[in-house]
């Protein structure tokens, strides 16, 4: 039997699993990242990861290859980690040849939002489409392409960053410091906002019971499925501004489907039905008619199948 | 010796050309296309031209086919012509077929931006990168993509709307009945507008000499190379607009190149400049100081220089 290990390294945990050719997760673990006690404490969890699957996997797995996603920039055809935000223990880090070394397997590393899109387009929501975005709805935007039925990577390995769309070059002040990207309307710094301003003009909602700086996205899409009017309008707002983004990626790539995930995306309909409809009267009529908006379907697995299948590519 | 024939279907004229498989263009011809007078009058005057090529041609020329750039919407694998403002004579219309058997060549068939942008990718400005976009700047705003070495279509053929990105979704309004698309800005009835509103400031100008309805384009960049402020101002700050959605497809696709062509881009750095400005300032990192934003050196050659390579690509 032939299985791959897919990695997920975050800033908090590290999720790992063990995917065979079918896309069965056989096994799955997960660890602390311990970022912030350097760049070694990091590789040493992720072999850590690799050792305690190989310890409960049956004695007949053979693992051809390894991969792994990680938060921030990466180039992947040399195997390094050059840099993010989340993970400032590393910087032009070789991650791939270092692993690859101890493990004595070929180990392969990208970017976690392509890990994501590959894993949904793999075994997940985004099965059976040749052109597709994968989208990740958290604090920040992520986001992978799969064009032509390939991970679409760009020139320098930094394709993807949908988040940082400008609809309104004039609009809020989004965290990368420019103004009017899809984050600055969708990250939850913009949801946040977007309630506040609504509160603040007096509006009522049963969110006005909780303490304003300790509101989260979730917990106004649970006042939404509540039926709380000022939550749903909201979502309302910032997915039809996720929706107009949609419609710039429609005009441009013609995509078959697109697919939502993360935290935020929990709130499900209340923010993809404004999203598909942003999208429908901002994209061209047959991009926009004919472009699937869809819930995507693995969770927070998407990132450690993604990078199984990242290893199952590159050893074949 | 071999050759393959490129036309070039533009609203007013034919463009043909016969294009060797080193790029040089051995024939060149034109003559009008006759919108209005039917179906049948365009597939004639398609046959004249494919003709004419081939009375004048030396008699050891092989052509194994012929391109078709086309204005409008194209199904590129069945060969059909969908639909277009330009050519309101054809609506599904199986172009390729009936040329096809008319000459007894192979024809294909492909929208005229993604025929462009494949003419300057492989003969022009945008030789020697993988990941590319083509910009045909004129009434509207045209593009083509080419993705890891490949023109990119997307799922129904109709990728490449640059021109309808949304870069201020409470902008002014575009040719397509949105608001704030990039074609709003860059596109003639964009940068005239930009014009008109700073003439009604009362700003002085050589622009108010002339009657304001018959200024055109070109008009605004020779007075800005005769040293006009104001026109200078107007075309950096449609450049800077246009700069702003090269900062959306950088962020995007992480492209190697944009190719900047057709009748409003002759204006060149008065433009072109605030476009890389623009695109700086609102690009990530890496995806904005790495992407190169340059002139079209195959002028209104493109398109026909485009299909010729779209029949090389196709007879391989």
Partial sequence: MTGYIGLDLGGTFIKAGLVDQDGNIVLEKQIPTQ????????????????????????????????????????????????????LPDWKDFPVASILSEKLELS?????????????????????????????????GVGSGLILDGKLYRGVHDTAGEFGHTTIQFEGPVCNCGRKGCVEAYIG???????????????????????????????????????????????????????????????????????????????????ILEPARKGCREMAMKVQGETLQIVPASLGNKAGFIGAACLAMLNSQ
């Fill in 107 to 139: 180990v392969v590393v990208d970017n976690d939002a392509n890990m994501a899109a590959l894993g949904e387009y793999t075994y997940g929501a985004g099965q059976g489409c040749t052109d597709m975005m994968m989208v990740t709805l958290g604090t």
């Fill in 35 to 86: 970022v912030g006690q350097g760049a070694e404490v990091i590789v040493e969890n992720l072999l850590e990861m690799v050792r305690l699957i190989q310890d409960d996997m049956s004695e007949d797995m053979d693992i051809p290859g390894v991969g792994i996603g990680a938060p921030g920039c990466v180039k992947v055809s040399e195997g390094i980690y050059v840099e993010g935000p989340n």
């Fill in 188 to 270: 939850t710094n913009g949801i946040l906002a977007v309630l506040k301003a609504k509160l603040e003009a007096g509006r009522s909602s049963v969110l006005k019971e909780m303490v304003l700086d300790k509101i989260m996205p979730k917990d106004i899409g649970m006042a939404a499925k509540k039926g709380d009017e000022l939550a749903i309008e909201v979502l309302h707002d910032v997915g039809y501004a996720l929706g107009i983004g949609f419609g710039n990626i429609a005009n441009l790539l013609n995509l078959e489907r697109i697919v939502v995930g993360g935290g935020v995306a929990a709130a499900g309909d209340f």
